[in-house]
C-alpha cells in the first residue's frame, strides 16, 4: 500500500496559479502511474491528470488541458500539479492517487490507493 498525503490547496483569485504536492510513502511508488482526481459540492469525482511510471507519458481531463500541468520527481516520491489561470469551476478537493496499471488511467477504479484531499477554492 502507498500512503499519499496532498498539500499545497487554499484560496486564490480567478486566474491566479496553485501548485499541489504528493507525498508518497510505502511500498514502492516509482513503478506506479500516479492521477490527479477532483471532487466538487454535489458532484462526482472526476478524473484531471495522470503521469506514466516515469513521467514519460502525460494525460489532460479536456477541462483543465493548456492550464494545468502534472509531474513527478521519483527521488522524492512526490507528483505535483501546477495549476494556472484558475476559474472558479476549479473548486474541489483536489486527491492524488497511484495505480498498479501500466500507462495513464482515466477512471477513479484503476487507482490503488488515495490521500485525503487538499481543498482548492477559487474566488471570482
Known amino acids: 500500500q502507498v500512503r499519499l498525503v496532498e498539500s499545497g490547496g487554499g484560496l486564490v483569485q480567478a486566474g491566479g496559479s496553485l501548485r499541489l504536492s504528493c507525498a508518497a510513502s510505502?511500498?514502492?511508488?516509482?513503478?506506479?502511474?500516479m492521477g490527479w482526481f477532483r471532487q466538487a459540492p454535489g458532484k462526482e469525482r472526476e478524473f484531471v491528470a495522470t503521469i506514466s511510471w516515469n513521467g514519460g507519458s502525460t494525460y489532460y481531463a479536456d477541462s483543465v488541458k493548456g492550464r494545468f500541468t502534472i509531474s513527478r520527481d521519483n527521488a522524492k516520491s512526490t507528483v505535483y500539479l501546477q495549476m494556472s489561470t484558475l476559474k472558479p469551476e476549479d473548486t474541489a478537493v483536489y486527491y492524488c492517487a497511484a495505480s498498479r496499471i501500466y500507462g495513464g488511467p482515466t477512471m477513479a477504479y484503476e487507482y490503488d490507493d488515495w490521500g485525503q484531499g487538499t481543498q482548492v477554492t477559487v474566488s471570482s
Open positions: 510505502g511500498r514502492t511508488f516509482t513503478s506506479d502511474a
